[in-house]
């Protein structure tokens, strides 16, 4: 376990679900019950990632937790990037909101819910962002139909 | 409250205390020359001071992620130029270095060299067009036909090199698609041995001017805390006097070679912006002639048969590079599983592709940090209790460019 992951693991017990380095960049899975708290402690000493880059999501139908949502974090302080992911869960799927400790979450998170689906519990306002607000289903699932025309014709070769 | 609630709520109020003073709902945008694209503005007026403001975007919303997810890794180079219009090859350059670090992909240097002089050369073109767009919303009409004046220049080097104008497809996953080619360098350097004088004249212009510094000085200002708690990066928050450029803090494709300051403001208002941003320009003149000047020698592409298509002469004389290029274009490169977030510092700061990898020709997932979407919260708290002419100052101080926004 790396030294992040332990410092997490020690001030929020139970926190740390997984932890995987590939291409140079550290990746932390956090129990989706202590997201808030892990938000909270990452954000002051003696860590300090100040800064929240990117609120977002990737969506795996084929597995159970099926929406990832990653947070991307930089410290102005080391210039270190962590990232953090949560799963969602596949149905009503439901993340706790980090806008109390970033407000700059504000927005990307509802843009994730407008494209995904995914809800965040207290957030201030959670409404579509992109998408018009009667729109019907979310977007970027990977279930949701692309669009597009039809071929017209059969007989080529 | 919802923009639809906040009318609402309005009209509420409005009908049970008539003749009582009551805050004007004005709607800005979404066509609005000056909003810089299609964003719409809920203003709540009192007099003419903004109350709240609810912005609402969404208008120029491509799908362009979706998508991405159904074109091959080579394909979605294409698309993803087509988000933040003024700083493609900004767009490309995050993304293909996200997936040239999911390949764990060596680059050659003199490709990282010429990415670099693109970008600063893309960077000088797009604080042109803010410089002379904002200019324009205040009043300053000239600026904008001398401001465009040298971006047409910088076009046309774009052009020379990449064949567009607007939408470059230029770099490619392993470098550049193709070397500099003749001339190039000397027309370059024509260009960053007369900008200095050029920027000279901008600032002749504007620096002094009295409607300029009085419609600049002290609008749009938040603390630094409250900026970087709202997520805002690039020339917006440097203005305020954080110490935040991801080409010193985490150097990208060789920045650490190359010998620049990071301008700095000191109160972050709306004027403070505008002398950061004109002396960004200078540094990326400098940083280009030191790139020309430092040029290693060696190929524009990595030499990777798996991933990057054979030269072109290759193909009539080569069955192998005929089956290699067939390969590359009908089915692409497999991408192993995994995922990256790879951020560069753009004309308005951070931006970040985060791609994820599940191990078949096509992204799982694409998506970009824009800084213009994350910079856009920062209106409202900026906009309370400030003029509705300010309004526009703000917007234009922040540089938002919709097609980020929206993406």
Not at chain 1, 54 to 69: I, L, N, S
Not at chain 2, 203 to 213: F, Y
Not at chain 2, 313 to 341: D, N, Q, W
């Amino acid at each position: 376990m790396s030294e992040v992951a332990a410092t997490i693991e020690a001030a929020v017990r139970g926190s740390v679900t997984e932890e995987v380095l590939h291409a140079g960049e550290l990746t932390i899975g956090v129990a989706k019950e202590r997201l808030l708290e892990v938000a909270r402690f990452l954000k002051g000493p003696p860590l300090s990632f100040a800064l929240l880059s990117d609120v977002t999501c990737a969506d795996f139908p084929e597995r159970p937790g099926r929406f990832r949502v990653a947070y991307h974090l930089l410290s102005l302080a080391s210039g270190n990037r962590l990232r953090l992911r949560v799963w969602a869960g596949a149905d009503a799927p439901e993340v706790e909101s980090v806008t109390s400790v970033w407000p700059t979450a504000n927005w990307h998170e509802r843009e994730v819910y407008d494209l995904f689906g995914v809800r965040f519990r207290n957030h201030p306002d959670l409404t579509r962002i992109m998408m018009p607000l009667d729109w019907e289903g979310h977007p970027l699932r990977r279930d949701y139909p692309l669009g597009g025309e039809e071929v017209q014709f059969t007989d080529a070769v | 409250m919802t923009p639809q609630e906040a009318v609402a709520t309005l009209e509420a109020a409005h009908e049970s205390r008539p003749g009582s003073r009551q805050p004007m709902i004005i709607n800005l945008g979404p066509q609005h020359p000056s909003t810089h694209g299609v964003l719409r503005l809920i203003t709540e007026l009192d007099g003419e001071v903004i109350r709240d403001i609810h912005p609402v975007i969404g208008y120029l919303h491509t799908g362009i992620e979706k998508q991405c997810e159904n074109k091959m890794y080579w394909q979605a180079i294409t698309l993803v130029t087509r988000m933040d219009y003024l700083a493609s090859f900004f767009n490309i350059h995050a993304y293909t270095a996200a997936v040239e670090r999911l390949l764990e992909l060596e680059i050659p240097e003199r490709a990282e060299y010429i990415r670099v002089i693109m970008s600063e050369l893309n960077r000088i073109a797009s604080h042109l067009v803010w410089l002379g767009t904002s200019g324009l919303e205040l009043g300053a009409l000239t600026v904008m036909f001398y401001t465009y004046r040298e971006r047409e220049k910088a076009l046309d080097l774009c052009e020379m090199i990449s064949g567009e104008r607007m939408n470059y497809r230029y770099f490619q996953v392993g470098g550049c698609s193709d070397d500099m080619p003749p001339g190039f360098e000397q027309r370059l350097r024509a260009f960053i041995d007369e900008m200095p004088a050029r920027i000279d004249e901008y600032e002749g212009l504007l620096t002094e001017n009295p409607i300029w510094v009085d419609r600049t000085k002290n609008v749009g200002v938040l603390p630094a805390e409250q900026l970087i708690d709202l997520g805002v990066t690039g020339p917006a928050l440097r203005a305020a006097g954080v110490d935040l450029d991801l080409r010193k803090t985490t150097p990208y494709s060789g920045y650490e070679h190359f010998d620049f300051n990071v301008p700095l403001g000191t109160r972050g208002d709306a004027y403070d912006r505008y002398t950061v941003r004109i002396r960004e320009m200078r540094e990326s003149v400098r940083i280009i002639g030191q790139a020309l000047d430092g040029m290693p020698e060696g190929g524009h592409i990595a030499d990777d048969r798996k991933v990057v298509l054979p030269p072109r002469g290759e193909l009539a004389t080569s069955m192998e590079a005929l089956i290699h290029h067939f390969k590359l274009v009908t089915e692409g490169f497999r991408v192993p599983e995994g995922e990256a977030y790879y951020s560069v510092e753009s004309p308005r700061g951070e931006l970040g592709c985060y791609v994820v990898a599940d191990g078949s020709p096509k992204p799982r997932r694409v998506h970009m940090r824009d800084p213009s979407f994350v910079n856009l919260q920062a209106l409202r708290p900026m906009a309370r209790g400030s003029y509705l002419a300010d309004l526009i100052t703000m917007i234009g101080s922040l540089d938002n460019v919709m097609g980020g926004v929206d993406r």
